[in-house]
C-alpha cells in the first residue's frame, strides 16, 4: 500500500468514526427523555441567533474539503494516525459529555434560553466542571471535525463564528439565572468556567 492511499484510509476511517459520533450526538437529544410539568416563567429569543451562528461554525469547518489538502497535507502516515484516532476520541467524549449533561439537566434542557416556574440552579456533575457542558461538548464536535476533514483556515472560521455564538447563548441563559438565583448564581459563576474547563482566576469567563 502507497503512502497516499495509506493516507486516503486513515482518512477514511477517521471521518467514518467522527460521522458516528455524530449520529450518537444527535440521538442524545432525539432519545431524550420528556418532562411535563412547569411552565416557562421567561425566556430569551435572541438566543436563537446564537444557535444560528453556532451551526454556521460547522458548516465553515464542513464546507471546505479539499482531498489532500486538508488541515495536515503532508504528515507522515504515523502522525495521521495519531491525528485521527485524536478526533474520534475527541468526538466520542464530546458525546458522552453531552449525554451525561442533558441527563444531569432532566427537564430543564431547552433549546431556546428559559427558565422554568420550578427552575432549580444545577451545579453538579458536569456541571461542577463547566457552566454551560452541553456547548463544551459542542466544541469538542467542532474540534473532532475540523481534525477529520477541514483545512486550517476552516478551524479558526469555524472556531470564530462558533465562540461568538456561543458568547451570545451564555450571555442570554445566565441573564436569566441571575435574575432567578440571584447570589447563589454569581457564587457559582465565581467557581466554575464556562465552556472551557481550565483554571480560572477570579472575574474570568472561559
Do not use: N
Not at 477514511?12 to 427523555?33: D, I, M
Request: proline share 4%; charged share 15%; with cysteine.
Amino acid at each position: 500500500m502507497s503512502d497516499g492511499s495509506g493516507i486516503a484510509a486513515v482518512r477514511t476511517v477517521t471521518l467514518a468514526g467522527v460521522a458516528l459520533c455524530w449520529l450518537a450526538f444527535g440521538l442524545v437529544f432525539a432519545f431524550r427523555k420528556r418532562h411535563g410539568g412547569g411552565k416557562a416563567a421567561k425566556r430569551e429569543p435572541v438566543t436563537i441567533l446564537g444557535i444560528g451562528l453556532q451551526g454556521l461554525s460547522y458548516v465553515f469547518v464542513w464546507g471546505p474539503q479539499r482531498g489532500e489538502a486538508a488541515l495536515f497535507p503532508a504528515l507522515p502516515g504515523v502522525v495521521e494516525c495519531f491525528v485521527g484516532a485524536l478526533a474520534i476520541a475527541i468526538a466520542a467524549g464530546s458525546v458522552a459529555l453531552t449525554l451525561k449533561a442533558v441527563r444531569h439537566l432532566g427537564k430543564q434542557w431547552s433549546i431556546v434560553a428559559r427558565v422554568r416556574s420550578d427552575h432549580k440552579l444545577i451545579t453538579d456533575g458536569p456541571y461542577g466542571v463547566v457552566r454551560h457542558p452541553i456547548y463544551t461538548g459542542m466544541l469538542g464536535m467542532l474540534l473532532a471535525s475540523g481534525l477529520a476533514a477541514s483545512v486550517g483556515w476552516g478551524i479558526l472560521a469555524g472556531l470564530a463564528v462558533f465562540a461568538l455564538g456561543t458568547w451570545l447563548r451564555v450571555r442570554s441563559e445566565e441573564s436569566l439565572l441571575r435574575g432567578m438565583f440571584g447570589r447563589a448564581f454569581e457564587e457559582y459563576r465565581a467557581k466554575v468556567p464556562a465552556v472551557v474547563p481550565l483554571p480560572r482566576g477570579r472575574g474570568s469567563d472561559a
